[in-house]
């Protein structure tokens, strides 16, 4: 696919200071869109960062803080994607994780989490899509989780939110099947930081009621999740459409 497609593109990415969201803003970056990648205020340092890996691609970027609980964030993320171009692509990447045993749930955290992973995925698509209907070209992607499918212990709201994340995808992709915007889920699977050696499961991984194993004998890495998400944001991905894609080397198979 020609540069030249993607040119005054804009690709808006949040909870994207680094890990997936950078990743994904880098290989973006390569495809030629411009990038604005929005962090929730405790990684800016590591947006800055990714700014700065992105300078070589000759492309805008730029980056916004705020608390996607908070509806005027989604104002800045827009009013800051048009600056830089016309909004084509949305990752929504930011997610909340909170551990609680079910029946201690506060419902403030419940909302919390519904918020940041729900609500402001559904807000940020419809701020943002009528950009992309205009142009009659758009992706959106939806970044879902493992414990939607296979459940997890002591986090009734996180997995609830993720699977509520299918659900919209599927409702944005018949919606606007015929306007030339796509929108589909990538589940990543077993993900650890870059080059990560480690094989041994540790920290939330350990409270999922299955624990799949390492089929590959190690974990994944940020850039293998992210070169599914910049092939969906090819102009030759047209027909991949409302699908949930898992990337965890075939540890779950659905």
Same mark, same amino acid.
């Given at each position: 696919?020609?540069?030249?497609?993607?040119?005054?593109?804009?690709?808006?990415?949040?909870?994207?200071?680094?890990?997936?969201?950078?990743?994904?803003?880098?290989? !973006?970056?390569?495809?030629?869109?411009?990038?604005?990648?929005?962090?929730?205020?405790?990684?800016?340092?590591?947006?800055?960062?990714?700014?700065?890996?992105?300078?070589?691609?000759?492309?805008?970027?730029?980056?916004?803080?705020?608390?996607?609980?908070?509806?005027?964030?989604?104002?800045? #993320?827009?009013?800051?994607? !048009? @600056?830089?171009?016309? *909004?084509?692509?949305?990752?929504?990447?930011?997610?909340?994780?909170?551990?609680?045993?079910?029946?201690?749930?506060?419902? @403030?955290?419940?909302?919390?989490?519904?918020?940041?992973?729900?609500?402001?995925?559904?807000?940020?698509?419809?701020? !943002? #899509?009528?950009?992309?209907?205009?142009?009659?070209?758009?992706?959106? #992607?939806?970044?879902?989780?493992?414990?939607?499918?296979?459940?997890? /212990?002591?986090?009734?709201?996180?997995?609830?939110? /993720?699977?509520?994340?299918?659900? !919209?995808?599927?409702?944005?992709?018949?919606?606007? #099947?015929?306007?030339?915007?796509?929108?589909?889920?990538?589940?990543?699977?077993?993900?650890?930081?870059?080059?990560?050696?480690?094989?041994?499961?540790?920290?939330?991984?350990?409270?999922? *009621?299955?624990?799949?194993?390492?089929?590959?004998?190690?974990?994944?890495?940020?850039?293998?999740?992210?070169?599914?998400?910049?092939?969906?944001?090819? /102009?030759?991905?047209?027909?991949?459409?409302?699908?949930?894609?898992?990337?965890?080397?075939?540890?779950?198979? *659905?």
């Amino acid at each position: 696919m020609s540069k030249d497609f993607n040119k005054n593109k804009v690709a808006v990415l949040t909870g994207a200071a680094k890990k997936i969201g950078r990743s994904t803003a880098i290989k !973006l970056a390569e495809q030629g869109f411009n990038i604005l990648i929005h962090t929730g205020g405790k990684s800016i340092e590591e947006a800055k960062d990714t700014i700065k890996l992105l300078e070589k691609f000759k492309i805008k970027s730029n980056y916004v803080t705020g608390d996607l609980a908070n509806l005027e964030t989604i104002n800045i #993320i827009k009013d800051a994607a !048009l @600056k830089l171009g016309t *909004p084509s692509v949305l990752v929504n990447n930011a997610g909340l994780r909170i551990h609680e045993h079910f029946e201690k749930i506060d419902y @403030k955290d419940w909302k919390k989490v519904m918020t940041v992973n729900v609500d402001a995925s559904f807000l940020c698509a419809q701020a !943002l #899509i009528n950009y992309m209907v205009k142009q009659k070209w758009g992706r959106v #992607i939806n970044i879902g989780g493992l414990s939607a499918h296979i459940g997890a /212990k002591e986090r009734a709201h996180v997995v609830t939110s /993720k699977a509520a994340l299918v659900g !919209l995808t599927k409702a944005i992709s018949m919606e606007f #099947i015929e306007k030339g915007v796509t929108c589909n889920c990538v589940v990543p699977g077993f993900i650890e930081d870059f080059d990560s050696k480690e094989t041994k499961l540790s920290g939330h991984w350990l409270r999922h *009621p299955q624990t799949p194993s390492l089929v590959q004998n190690r974990f994944g890495n940020p850039d293998e999740v992210a070169e599914v998400i910049a092939n969906l944001c090819k /102009k030759e991905a047209d027909y991949i459409n409302g699908q949930t894609l898992h990337v965890n080397g075939g540890s779950y198979t *659905p």
